[in-house]
């Protein structure tokens, strides 16, 4: 059974060596005569693993020491609502730009928590640019600004970090955290769920600017206050510790391999490539995203004739190409090219693509 090249947008294609270290730990991790996973989470094993993967996480985004960071279950959508109960007062604005799914399910799960303004949106235009920071209507006692780096469905990325004079910039950076360097102490938090660039869904990653923690926030459970979860390093219940595990050697497979320097040049030879090959295909392919705003990560495209998905699909998969197939909300395909699609993977679709279109031209 070989590995084909997968395209999915999360959970999402993990570097081999990764799996193949995973299934050799797999029933005996490191001579203790058991699986990591069949281990407690407070035992030496695993605390060891815990702190290796923090302080490697550290190391490959540059993370101050002003920062905390944690390992949550729940995903990316339970940190939106909590970021809210945390950093909020009950019913405090709070700013949001919307520029695409995500920014508006953001809103969503913080709507009975905080009163949300959109600051800026790019709805209108069908989500094919990003609202222009300069364009933002902030408002001056929001608890923070929230943003999505890159939206995963409508392939559109902020390629700067915006500037919110003096305000707290919260950024969901699920589809794009450790894709290019980053300074982190532009932000009051960043948020990731693990399954695109960072390991196997399960675990989500926050990075919180400490004194962030010392706001009131509303009344809440002890499980879902970050600063209990920061005294307790993470560890209030039982967390996910396979998938802990397995983002830690996510991280080190990242900084083996030159660090986020090094992704961003390969994230920019693959996106340039593929998004070459749809501007060069005549109107064959199509990509709508405004050209200073697409997406190094998620490449929604279009065939000019949609009678044709369903084989290009079929074709694509035999030919070794998995998970093309695009979001429900958009249609079309969508081409995700995370840090652990090789090039050789971008190479191959685009090469199938022009063949495609030369067969059905
Ligand atoms: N934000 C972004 C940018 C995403 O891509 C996703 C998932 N695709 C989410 C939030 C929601 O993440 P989760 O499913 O981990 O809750």
Redesign the pocket.
């Known amino acids: 059974m070989a590995r084909v090249f997968n395209f999915s947008?999360?959970p999402a294609t993990l570097p081999q060596s990764v799996l193949e270290r995973a299934r050799d730990e797999m029933l005996e991790w490191n001579g203790v005569g058991a699986s990591i996973v069949e281990l407690s989470h407070r035992g030496p094993e695993f605390m060891e693993v815990a702190a290796r993967a923090e302080a490697d996480l550290r190391a490959l985004l540059s993370i101050p020491d002003d920062y905390a960071v944690l390992f949550l279950a729940?995903?990316?959508?339970?940190?939106?609502a909590l970021i809210a109960l945390n950093f909020a007062q009950p019913g405090q604005p709070a700013d949001y730009v919307v520029s695409g799914h995500?920014g508006k399910?953001?809103i969503k799960q913080v709507a009975p928590y905080v009163d949300a303004r959109i600051a800026a949106t790019s709805e209108d235009n069908g989500f094919h640019d990003v609202p222009p920071p300069s364009t933002w209507t902030l408002t001056p006692d929001a608890a923070y600004v929230h943003y999505?780096a890159?939206?995963?469905?409508h392939g559109v990325e902020y390629r700067e970090v915006p500037r919110v004079d003096g305000g707290t910039l919260i950024g969901?950076f699920?589809?794009s955290i450790a894709s290019e360097p980053l300074d982190i102490s532009r932000f009051g938090l960043i948020y990731a769920?693990a399954?695109?660039n960072l390991g196997p869904?399960g675990v989500?990653v926050l990075i919180i600017r400490r004194d962030l923690l010392e706001r009131e926030g509303q009344p809440r459970a002890e499980i879902l206050d970050y600063r209990a979860h920061v005294r307790g390093e993470s560890m209030l219940n039982t967390p996910p510790t396979w998938n802990w595990y397995l983002a830690g050697l996510v991280f080190r497979w990242m900084l083996d391999e030159g660090g986020v320097e090094e992704f961003a040049r390969r994230n920019g030879r693959k996106a340039a490539l593929l998004y070459d090959a749809i501007d060069g295909s005549s109107g064959f392919y199509r990509n709508d995203v405004a050209a200073a705003a697409r997406s190094r990560m998620n490449v929604p495209f279009f065939l000019h004739d949609e009678a044709l998905n369903a084989e290009f699909l079929a074709e694509s998969k035999a030919a070794g190409l998995l998970a093309l197939k695009g979001h429900r909300v958009l249609g079309g395909m969508r081409a995700s090219i995370y840090n652990a699609m090789p090039e050789a993977g971008v190479q191959a679709l685009v090469d199938f693509m022009r063949d495609f279109a030369r067969r059905r031209g």
């Open positions: 947008a999360g729940g995903g990316a959508t339970t940190a939106q995500w399910t953001a999505t890159n939206e995963t469905i969901d699920s589809s769920g399954q695109k869904v989500t």
